[in-house]
């Protein structure tokens, strides 16, 4: 019976040879980029040194991993992580929904397509060039200072005041990437059956009623998916925005932790074995906020995007 299975699956698989043979390139390219490099995490258990190689180094065991929690530095940037993606959930996250939501409901596919070039065209810029946009606006000499002191107003160092850096991150990032984002929620919206507006109408629902009862009961499971994936990705926090937006005058709340290693790697005397444990122990905290995200999403909507 087992043989008869086996034949069979390869009969599949020889059937579907040239689906396989299109796949080819992109697993050699797992294997050698993604797959391979993976033996260095054995650095976050060793005491590298260079001239021994990552197979040569002593091992040092959870060494480095008990320094993270006794490092002040190390500490912060891991709350400063916590508190700036728990603050993107909350800021960031319904952004895209509400905005594809918005375009849907415009009248006219031109005055969609307008709005929705204009609020893609963001995510194309790099955050160097969105840094500094936003430095010349924002800076004590910026457009927006100039404007201040025109008007009368006393000027504001928008970058280096720490109450306003944090909320400058969100904003900046939901003017960068909502609108791409919004683009999965429109192509959820546009998958629902129109049969389901019209009994609605009939029933008397408002449009707020409609999208309530409908839209985003029909965008439910998108959303889930996508809540799921960004809370996997918790201990990430942003690098690239983040990295070119920070300065001196607000590192102690802007301070991450893909910036803490890369100042503890770059900007300093290099410990890889710390810098890779640091690394290590973001990714494993990264795992398991993915199947926790997934467990109660499914208990609360039944939903989930694995079993």
């Known amino acids: 019976m087992e043989t008869t299975k086996k034949k069979s699956k390869l009969l599949e698989i020889w059937k579907a040879r040239y689906l396989y043979i299109l796949l080819l390139p992109l697993l050699v390219w797992l294997a050698v980029f993604c797959y391979a490099p993976m033996y260095g995490v054995l650095m976050a258990f060793k005491n590298y040194s260079a001239k021994l190689g990552v197979l040569g180094s002593p091992w040092v065991g959870l060494q480095h991993f008990k320094r993270i929690f006794i490092t002040p530095d190390a500490m912060r940037s891991i709350n400063n992580t916590i508190v700036i993606s728990a603050s993107r959930l909350l800021f960031e996250f319904p952004m895209p929904i509400i905005m594809a939501i918005m375009i849907t409901e415009m009248p006219g596919n031109r005055t969609k397509k307008i709005y929705q070039t204009i609020f893609t065209f963001p995510h194309f810029l790099s955050w160097v060039v969105v840094a500094n946009i936003v430095t010349n606006f924002m ?169």
């Not at 002191?149 to 000027?155: A, S």
């Not at 850096?165 to 192509?187: C, D, H, Q, V």
């Not at 802007?254 to 810098?275: A, E, K, M, R």
């Open 139 to 307: 800076a004590q000499g910026g457009a927006i200072n100039i404007l201040l002191d025109n008007l009368g107003f006393e000027k504001i160092n928008f970058l280096t005041t720490k109450p306003l850096f944090r909320p400058l991150l969100y904003i900046t990032s939901n003017w960068k990437e909502m609108g791409w984002s919004a683009i999965i929620y429109m192509a959820a919206i546009a998958g629902i059956d129109t049969t389901l507006y019209e009994a609605a109408k009939v029933d008397g629902a408002t449009r707020l009623k409609q999208i309530w009862h409908v839209t985003l009961p029909g965008i439910l499971s998108t959303i889930v998916i996508m809540f799921i994936l960004q809370v996997g990705g918790m201990m990430n926090a942003g690098f690239d925005q983040v990295f070119n937006l920070r300065n001196s005058a607000v590192k102690d709340i802007s301070q991450i932790l893909d910036t803490y290693v890369y100042d503890i790697t770059f900007l300093s005397t290099p410990n890889y074995g710390f810098s890779t444990a640091v690394g290590l122990f973001k990714s494993v905290i990264n795992f398991f906020l993915l199947f926790l995200a997934n467990t109660v999403t499914k208990k609360i909507s039944g939903q989930g995007m694995f079993a």
